[in-house]
């Protein structure tokens, strides 16, 4: 059976600065809902994490994500309206990731969405989630002046990309193996340390030597592609030949060689396409060692220096209704008939 999409959502939509979107978000472990004006003012963002019913398993449970958001979804999308303050009638469009993620979780939310949209006679917008994490920094400081470079480092991904207007963006570099937040869950679960592993990395690192133990800082001098998986194994071979290591120094090296690797890059990347600006985005740019080093480094290249706050970088529905807000002005609506997509990439333009 192929759906009928209602006028309105096919048509044409006026796209401006009162445009109020609802943005979705159930892609891995998070349930969040939010109200976005203009795809720039935060009316409301609710983000509910599922972290405590994965930590026991170590890691993401997918059957268990998408089981929660089901529970989880109707209730942050009810706080989301009612913290934003407005009558679920001047929603003018409804937003979902559509991918990257998990294919169970990703489904809940593009169903809501779907059965919203056609509920209320109004657009559906199906988003990218890595186009998504792009906007966070703009979210928290709408003046930026572009061209910029954003380092993206979440727990799937790892890339350097440069954004020359909303919506027009172009893949400089990413890893060819592991990304930088799975290596820090990786190497957390390894020293025993919990889930999700960034933060109790970090907690570790700050009471550890970041150069008790030089860890390699593979393809450091080496293009804009970054590669995490030997640092992952080097971890593991120093802890296993030398069992009395200290674990707030094993964290902390292993800290410092990723942001090293991920500052060098980003500020090479800024300079060899003339950015006016290098931001951050995805759950890794949580990271405090990784803020304080980026912004040292935009000091010295003369570069303005964006950190979103931290609950704009982790994932959450903001960023999704902030660009639905651009892909609706720039594509208009989205098919009701799109799916979801687990492996869905950033295209280059
Ligand atoms: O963007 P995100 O919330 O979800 C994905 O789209 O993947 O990123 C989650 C990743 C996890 O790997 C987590 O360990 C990492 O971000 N992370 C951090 C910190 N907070 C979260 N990594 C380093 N330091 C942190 N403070
Ligand atoms: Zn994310």
């Excluded at 570099?173 to 020293?191: M, N, P, S």
């Excluded at 970090?202 to 592609?225: N, T």
């Excluded at 060098?264 to 006016?276: E, F, L, P, W």
Aim: net charge negative; proline share 5%; charged share 20%.
């Amino acid at each position: 059976m192929t759906l009928e999409p209602g006028p309105l959502i096919d048509g044409d939509v006026e796209v401006g600065p009162d445009t109020l979107v609802l943005g979705i978000e159930t892609s891995c472990d998070e349930t969040a809902a939010a109200l976005v004006m203009g795809g720039a003012d935060v009316l409301s963002s609710v983000v509910s994490s599922q972290i405590e019913l994965h930590a026991t398993f170590g890691g993401v449970v997918p059957e268990i994500a998408s089981r929660a958001h089901l529970e989880l979804l109707n209730p942050v999308i009810a706080r989301a309206i009612v913290e934003g303050g407005v009558d679920d009638r001047r929603i003018d469009a409804i937003a979902c990731t559509i991918g990257p993620g998990l294919i169970g979780a990703l489904l809940v939310g593009v169903s809501a969405a779907k059965a919203l949209a056609l509920a209320w006679d109004v657009p559906f917008v199906g988003v990218n989630h890595l186009e998504a994490h792009l906007y966070s920094a703009l979210l928290d400081d709408p003046s930026i002046e572009l061209p910029i470079v954003v380092l993206l480092v979440s727990g799937g991904h790892t890339m350097l990309v440069e954004m020359t207007a909303p919506g027009e963006y172009r893949v400089l570099g990413q890893t060819i193996d592991d990304a930088a937040g799975e290596a820090f869950d990786k190497v957390a679960r390894f020293l025993g340390l919990g889930y999700p592993g960034g933060p109790a990395i970090e907690r570790a690192a700050a009471s550890g030597d970041p150069e008790a133990i030089a860890f390699p800082r593979a393809m450091r001098d080496d293009g804009l592609d970054f590669s995490f998986s030997g640092l992952k194994t080097a971890v593991l071979n120093h802890v296993r030949a030398h069992p009395d290591v200290e674990t707030t120094d094993v964290a902390a090296s292993f800290q410092a060689a990723v942001v090293d690797v991920l500052v060098h890059k980003a500020r090479k990347a800024a300079r060899s396409v003339g950015a006016k600006g290098l931001a951050l985005g995805g759950g890794v740019a949580a990271n405090s060692e990784l803020r304080e080093r980026m912004l040292d480094a935009c000091t010295e290249e003369g570069l303005r220096g964006f950190l979103p706050s931290r609950a704009m970088c982790t994932d959450n529905a903001a960023m999704i209704a902030a660009a639905g807000w651009h892909r609706l002005r720039l594509d208009g609506p989205t098919s009701l008939e799109v799916g979801a997509f687990p492996n869905l990439r950033l295209t280059t333009e």
